[in-house]
């Protein structure tokens, strides 16, 4: 039986990637340490309560004691590391968190990894063992109109997220490089699909929307993001624990770039026909004043891990946008809990001034 220690996988993407692997696999154990912040949700993993085969555990991933505990009681084969601060705004309004979690807290994960997997004596690592960090393409900086993102283009974060991001990647990195510690690091473009929490652009609007409320376009909306269905991400990073060699990057991407301004309008348009409402239209979109260092555009390229792997987005857009739109619609309740007491808050200190 494979087992896996996955971290924050009560979140967006960890919570998917349990639902991806407990299909796709009957023996196999995940235990998920999260600490439940504001992004994580135990709803998101509701409909596989009891299920024998995932064992949910509070704990940050900062936490010495807790991580080696997990280690030394469960022996898991593969660790991968979603744990973060994910959001640019508040990493932009309060960036000591994502220091703290992104960065200590993955030094911590390695660190931990290696007293239980590392023999200092004979400078080896037991065998079959795995560490994957899970992170993105924000690490690489701006691209300007054309090019794309390759394993090879300089790291260049603006955002405090994305340099707290890329510290991390460094230290993986360092560890494999001093120790031959057995790792992966996995940079994907945007995700989209079930269980995202509504601070990040897509389930904010498919919100905001259904309630016609002002959507907020940053600046002129022009930004390009390569916007990826989730369900693939989780499947790319299967295949980078099953497949993917030591020490390598993968990139991970659709080569699907749209404008904010694109995504805004299908929402209105598929949200104007789904619920027959005249009163959904463009009128509600409200360019707001932009993010501070506002990257123009990101786009992966997935070549490496396409020829390597045999990976390749499987939902086109389209599809996906459906998928997603209709997954919101039939989970109204969840969103509704996610967007009540402190969201509001944070709705008001985030939009209050620029609407
Ligand atoms: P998310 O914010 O939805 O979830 C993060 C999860 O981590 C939450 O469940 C939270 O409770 C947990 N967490 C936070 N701090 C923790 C800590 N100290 N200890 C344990 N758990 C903690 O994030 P997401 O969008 O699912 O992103 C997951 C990972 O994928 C992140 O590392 C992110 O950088 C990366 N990523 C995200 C995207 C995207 O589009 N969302 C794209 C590429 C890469
Ligand atoms: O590229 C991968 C990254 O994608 C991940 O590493 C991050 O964790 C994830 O949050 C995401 O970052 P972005 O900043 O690209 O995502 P976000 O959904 O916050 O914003 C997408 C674009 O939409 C961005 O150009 C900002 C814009 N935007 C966002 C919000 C929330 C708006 O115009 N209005 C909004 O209200």
């Known amino acids: ?177 001093t120790y031959k510690m057995p790792v992966n690091i996995t940079r994907c473009s945007n995700n989209y699909g079930p269980y995202q929490f509504p601070e990040k652009l897509i389930p904010l609007m498919i919100n905001n929307t259904r309630q016609k409320k002002q959507l907020p376009v940053y600046g002129d909306g022009m930004q390009v993001r390569d916007w990826l269905y989730v369900k693939d991400h989780c499947k790319a990073i299967d295949m980078v624990a099953e497949n993917g060699k030591t020490g390598e990057v993968y990139n991970i991407g659709g080569h699907n770039e749209r404008t904010n301004i694109f995504i805004v309008k299908t929402i209105i348009e598929q949200l104007r026909r789904r619920l027959e409402d005249e009163g959904i239209s463009e009128a509600l979109i409200t360019h707001v004043a932009d993010r501070l260092g506002h990257d123009r555009r990101y786009a992966i390229d997935p070549e490496k891990i396409r020829k390597d792997l045999g990976w390749f987005p499987e939902t086109p857009f389209e599809e996906g946008i459906v998928l997603t739109i209709d997954w919101y619609l039939d989970n109204e309740a969840w969103m509704d809990r996610v967007t009540s007491g402190n969201y509001m808050k944070y709705y008001e200190e985030m939009y209050g001034n620029r609407l």
């Open 1 to 177: 039986m494979k087992k896996y220690l996955v971290t924050g996988g009560a979140g967006f993407i960890g919570s998917n990637f349990i639902h991806y692997m407990l299909e796709k696999y009957s023996d196999i154990l995940i235990i998920d340490l999260d600490k439940l912040t504001y992004a994580g949700n135990l709803e998101n993993l509701k409909d596989i309560e009891g299920d024998k085969r995932h064992i949910f555990i509070k704990g940050d991933i900062c936490d010495r004691k807790t991580v080696s505990d997990l280690l030394m009681r469960y022996d898991p084969d593969c660790i991968i590391n979603f744990a973060a601060e994910s959001h640019v705004d508040r990493s932009i309004a309060d960036p000591q968190v994502f220091v703290e979690t992104n960065v200590s807290g993955t030094v911590n994960l390695l660190g931990c990894s290696m007293n239980a997997w590392y023999d200092p004596a004979t400078c080896t690592w037991l065998p079959g063992k795995k560490f994957i960090q899970v992170s993105t393409d924000e690490v690489y900086g701006a691209l300007g109109s054309d090019g794309f993102f390759t394993e090879s283009t300089p790291l260049s974060p603006h955002s405090p997220y994305s340099a707290s991001k890329a510290s991390a990647d460094l230290l993986v990195m360092a560890f494999h490089d």
